[in-house]
């Protein structure tokens, strides 16, 4: 239990901070929350993008691609901090930071479960 409440703190930390933890450029986060604003893009369980729509521009799978790999190895650094596996420590991120981040109207697809719109 402690070693979640540590990751989960520990991720928050690192997505919230002001310099970006994922390296990923203007351009792409914008696509991304252009695509998510259309409800092309949302969020899931695992803490990766996903997409809520089958047909998706190159740019935007471009975009997602881009922001989930910077995720995967901003995980696998929790992960290996915190004795964990990068699947939870992507899980955590999800519960802590990604769901709070949400805004009415974002997809997200909870585990086990289709896509949500908040």
Request: glycine share 10%; net charge positive; proline share 4%.
């Amino acid at each position: 239990m402690q070693t979640k409440i540590i990751l989960a703190l520990g991720l928050a930390a690192a997505l919230s901070a002001p310099v970006a933890a994922v390296a990923q450029s203007a351009q792409t986060k914008a696509t991304v929350d252009s695509a998510k604003a259309a409800g092309i893009v949302g969020e899931q369980a695992d803490g990766f993008l996903g997409f809520v729509t089958a047909a998706a521009d190159p740019a935007i799978k471009s975009a997602v691609a881009e922001i989930n790999a910077g995720r995967a190895e901003l995980y696998s650094q929790a992960a290996a901090k915190n004795g964990v596996t990068p699947a939870a420590a992507g899980a955590a991120a999800f519960e802590s930071v990604v769901k709070a981040k949400l805004r009415p109207g974002d997809y997200y697809r909870p585990a086990g479960g289709g896509w949500t719109r908040k």
